[in-house]
C-alpha cells in the first residue's frame, strides 16, 4: 500500500543551523507529495507542496523537491530560527479509483531549534 | 483562504459518557470531510472519510458504532465519540478538501476520566 517514511526525531538544531529532515514515499500511481507543520497545541497547517516530479514547493525559507528517481521529498531550510520548533508531517495524496484522494502521512519528525 | 472551525478545542469527560466534535468550513463548501486521531508522538490516523448527505466510509479498524459520523450539510460534519472510555482520550483533527488543497481544523483534545 501506500506510505510515508520519515527521519526520525526529535532533531535538534542551533539558531542560523542547516535542515535537512528526510522523506522517502512508496506509491502505485502518481502522487502529490506536501510537508504539514503542527505547532504545539494546534492542528495541521500546509507548509508546501509539490504536484509532479522536479517540482520544487517552497514557504517560508522552507524548500523541498519532488524526486521521481529516488522516491524522495525532502524538507530543508538554509538558517532555522527558533520559532520553527514544531512537528512536520510529510504527507501524500492520490487519487482514489472512485474519485476524491486521501492523505497519507509519515509519523512526523520533532524539530527543537535552540538558542 | 478556505478555514476549518473546530470545536470544542478540549474537552474532558466522565468515562461512559458521549462527546460530539464540531467541524465547520467557514468560507467553503465542503461536500467531504476527514476525521484523523493522533496518539502522542504518532501520526494522523485516517479514521472515517464524511461524505455530505451519505454515509461515512470508515477505515479498517475503527468502530463506526462508537465513532458516530453526520455530515448532515455542506458546512458541518460532526463526530461523536459514544460511550468514551479512557483509552479514546486523544487528540482529534477534522480536514476539509478545499479548492486548493486540504485545510485542517485546530483539533480537539479529548480527554477521559
Known amino acids: 500500500g501506500d506510505s510515508v517514511t520519515q527521519m526520525e526525531g526529535p532533531v535538534t538544531l542551533s539558531e542560523e543551523a542547516c535542515l535537512t529532515i528526510?522523506?522517502?514515499?512508496?506509491?502505485?500511481?502518481?502522487?502529490?507529495l506536501f510537508w504539514y507543520v503542527q505547532y504545539p497545541g494546534e492542528g495541521l497547517q500546509l507548509l508546501l507542496k509539490?504536484?509532479?516530479?522536479?517540482d520544487k514547493g517552497s514557504n517560508k525559507g522552507f524548500e523541498a523537491t519532488y524526486r521521481k528517481e529516488t522516491t524522495s521529498f525532502h524538507l530543508e531550510k538554509g538558517s532555522v530560527q527558533v520559532s520553527d520548533s514544531a512537528v512536520y508531517f510529510c504527507?501524500?495524496?492520490?487519487?482514489?479509483?472512485?474519485?476524491?484522494?486521501?492523505?497519507?502521512f509519515g509519523t512526523g519528525t520533532q524539530l527543537k531549534v535552540e538558542l | 483562504g478556505a478555514v476549518v472551525s473546530q470545536h470544542p478545542s478540549w474537552v474532558i469527560c466522565k468515562s461512559g459518557t458521549s462527546v460530539k466534535i464540531e467541524c465547520r468550513s467557514l468560507?467553503?463548501?465542503?461536500?467531504?470531510m476527514f476525521w484523523y486521531r493522533q496518539f502522542p508522538k504518532q501520526s494522523l490516523m485516517l479514521m472515517a472519510t464524511?461524505?455530505?448527505?451519505?454515509?461515512?466510509?470508515?477505515e479498517q479498524g475503527v468502530e463506526k458504532d462508537k465513532f458516530l459520523i453526520n455530515h448532515a450539510s455542506l458546512t458541518l460534519s460532526t463526530l461523536t465519540v459514544t460511550s468514551a472510555h479512557p483509552e479514546d482520550s486523544s487528540f482529534y483533527i477534522c480536514?476539509?478538501?478545499?479548492?486548493?488543497?486540504?485545510?485542517f481544523g485546530s483539533g480537539t483534545r479529548l480527554t477521559v476520566v
Open positions: 480536514s476539509a478538501q478545499a479548492q486548493y488543497g486540504y485545510t
Open positions: 528526510n522523506c522517502t514515499y512508496t506509491a502505485t500511481g502518481y502522487p502529490s
Open positions: 509539490a504536484t509532479k516530479a522536479d
Open positions: 504527507a501524500l495524496a492520490l487519487i482514489l479509483t472512485g474519485g476524491g484522494n486521501k492523505l497519507t
Open positions: 468560507d467553503f463548501q465542503a461536500t467531504t
Open positions: 464524511s461524505n455530505e448527505g451519505s454515509k461515512a466510509t470508515y
